[in-house]
């Protein structure tokens, strides 16, 4: 049985998996598996993966029967997996070589139960402009992460616009996962990873952090990261109100209110994307109704017509605004 189970969801990633895999098989921690979920791709990904996995036997494909999106591929990653602990790399990033042996080590110095490194985040536009995602002010050692913490870093903050703890990729142990019957809820394709998060440190994972940037985020422009339907905006509102219930339950004040200012933020957009969806569907009628709904369901629609401004700008001046459905 391997130390660490690498799981990849891979989705149309030939332009990037190859290095991907290299940069998971240079690791210097050679006690792992590396097992690739093509989640229906329509193009070379699977031969791409199976040719590599010819060369080195720790690689394994598993090619899912319908596309079910990344929630549902790390799901299968994760039943396949048989390492104590379980790593994400997403199709189109990479490690540093030293990554893995240098998490363990983190998570056996602590008993650690999650240990996240920091982010070099890669424009890929840009891609000398790299730069870590968590600065020094923040994380400058070895520290543990709590939920009130982890909460009040997924809220934008001017004075570190690049830091959302949503986007680590943690090393969990698979037996903590087990224990407390956590996985993927595989309907969400938007903050998937904020869910599941949250669910750990909500059932008491032990999380500790570490400044190091060992982990390549490629920043693309048009990133799922980036569609935000109703639906999966919905979806997270439930589990901020499952979160907000046990603050409450537990009378931890502080923490009641980041995660109040959270919900605020994804309000925002939820009902400013049913706004606009509605206009869009010429669905007038209930669009005219949202904005009617209350004084607070206005002035959320407002503020974030007022931010969108700007982004749907600049995406004019690239060469034209593809709407994103």
């Not at 996995?53 to 990344?70: T, W």
């Not at 703890?165 to 090393?171: A, I, M, V, W």
């Not at 998937?192 to 190091?212: I, K, N, S, V």
Request: with cysteine; net charge neutral.
């Amino acid at each position: 049985m391997p130390l660490v189970s690498i799981i990849v969801p891979a989705f149309d990633a030939e332009t990037f998996i190859a290095a991907t895999l290299a940069s998971a098989v240079a690791q210097t921690l050679h006690d792992i598996e590396i097992i690739v979920v093509d989640d229906v791709s329509r193009d070379r990904t699977s031969e791409i993966v199976a040719a590599a996995a010819a060369r080195d036997s720790r690689i394994r494909l598993i090619r899912q029967q319908r596309n079910g999106g990344p929630s549902a591929a790390r799901n299968t990653g994760i039943a396949a997996a048989t390492g104590s602990w379980i790593a994400l790399l997403d199709a189109d990033d990479r490690y540093e070589p030293e990554r893995l042996e240098r998490m363990v080590a983190c998570a056996n110095r602590h008993g650690a139960d999650l240990v996240s490194d920091n982010l070099l985040l890669v424009p890929e536009d840009r891609p000398d402009d790299t730069r870590a995602m968590i600065p020094d002010a923040i994380l400058d050692s070895e520290r543990p992460l709590t939920i009130a913490e982890f909460v009040r870093r997924n809220i934008a903050d001017p004075a570190f616009p690049d830091t959302n703890y949503g986007f680590l990729k943690p090393l969990m142990r698979r037996a903590f996962l087990d224990l407390h019957a956590i996985r993927y809820d595989e309907s969400v394709r938007f903050a998937e990873d904020f869910a599941l998060y949250a669910q750990c440190l909500r059932a008491g994972a032990r999380w500790w952090m570490t400044p190091e940037p060992l982990y390549r985020y490629l920043v693309r422009r048009n990133s799922l990261t980036q569609v935000q339907t109703v639906h999966d905006l919905n979806k997270l509102r439930g589990v901020q109100q499952v979160m907000l219930d046990e603050a409450r339950i537990a009378s931890d004040a502080g923490l009641v209110r980041l995660i109040r200012r959270h919900m605020r933020v994804v309000d925002r957009c939820y009902y400013y994307r049913a706004f606009t969806d509605d206009l869009k569907a010429h669905r007038f009628g209930p669009a005219a109704r949202r904005v009617l709904e209350g004084p607070r369901v206005a002035t959320l629609i407002a503020e974030e017509t007022l931010r969108q401004v700007p982004i749907i700008t600049a995406k004019a001046l690239r060469g034209g605004y593809r709407s994103d459905g």
